[in-house]
């Protein structure tokens, strides 16, 4: 208002002092260790297969370490085996793409089509897929005399089997639970919901092998039992009716 003084300005109680420079932040650095030629996996060609194969002793270090790991967070024989089948899904949805691209390149005269039936799907599985993972196909593939939705692929000799010792109190635990993730992550990005896929010992081997016992010609044998879903099994039956 006028004819009123101005306030006077705010005094400091203490004198000021030389400001304290701020040292710059250090510019980001990866630890990540590169390869000399400073590419890394995502530099590779898709298609080229032979030349990436993973060491064998490489991959039984690293899976053993998985089991290591779900073991300690377990604490029964089933648990283990949900944990290595969810590991294991991931893949299996990453893999259809990945080989069904591998196909179309690897003969461009052909195109490489999703299957759509459940015989395609499972020979698919029974050879491309074993193929790309162990370098060979399958031992069997059957279909269950009971229950029309259930279908078995049977493996002589996994090699997630191979390296693995289980104690004789864990007798059941199968460790090829891990492929049958992959299984069901394959069958479920091709469009067949399921109500599981699981690894089973082939009737007493698989104690046998815990054991010691040398009896049997396949000690590891297991079969991963594919259990379709209602949906994709009336799917099929339309099909047929329809005759696709």
């Keep these: 208002m006028p004819g009123m003084a101005k306030p006077a300005p705010p005094t400091l109680d203490h ?9 710059p932040p250090k510019p980001f650095q990866s630890r990540l260790r590169h390869p000399s030629s400073r590419k890394t996996i995502y530099d590779r060609n898709l298609s080229r297969t032979q030349t990436t194969a993973t060491s064998l002793p490489a991959f039984a270090y690293l899976f053993h370490a998985l089991i290591t790991h779900h073991h300690s967070q377990s604490g029964s024989v089933s648990d283990i085996e949900t944990r ?7 893949l299996g949805i990453k893999l259809l793409d990945l080989l069904l691209y591998r196909q179309q390149t690897a003969n461009p005269q052909r195109p490489a089509t999703r299957p759509t039936r459940i015989l395609d799907l499972l020979q698919f599985i029974h050879t491309t897929l074993w193929r790309a ?4 196909t399958a031992d069997a593939l059957e279909q269950s005399t009971t229950k029309k939705n259930e279908y ?9 089997n191979t390296y693995i010792s289980i104690p004789r ?3 059941q635990l199968n460790c090829a639970a891990f492929v049958a ?11 067949f919901a399921m109500e599981g896929v699981t690894a089973h010992w082939a009737s007493a081997q ?4 815990v054991e010691g016992k040398e009896e049997e010609m396949w000690p590891g044998k297991t079969i991963f039992l594919l259990r379709f879903s209602e949906a994709a099994v009336g799917r099929e039956e339309a099909i047929k009716a329809g005759g696709g």
């Design 15 to 23: 004198p000021l002092t030389d400001p304290v420079p701020i040292t």
């Design 84 to 90: 290595l089948n969810r590991a294991g899904y991931p």
């Design 133 to 136: 993972l162990w370098n060979r």
């Design 152 to 160: 078995m692929i049977v493996d002589n000799e996994p090699v997630v």
């Design 169 to 171: 109190e864990m007798s």
């Design 181 to 191: 993730g992959i299984m069901e992550g394959l069958c479920d990005a091709a469009g």
């Design 206 to 209: 698989g104690e046998a092998r």
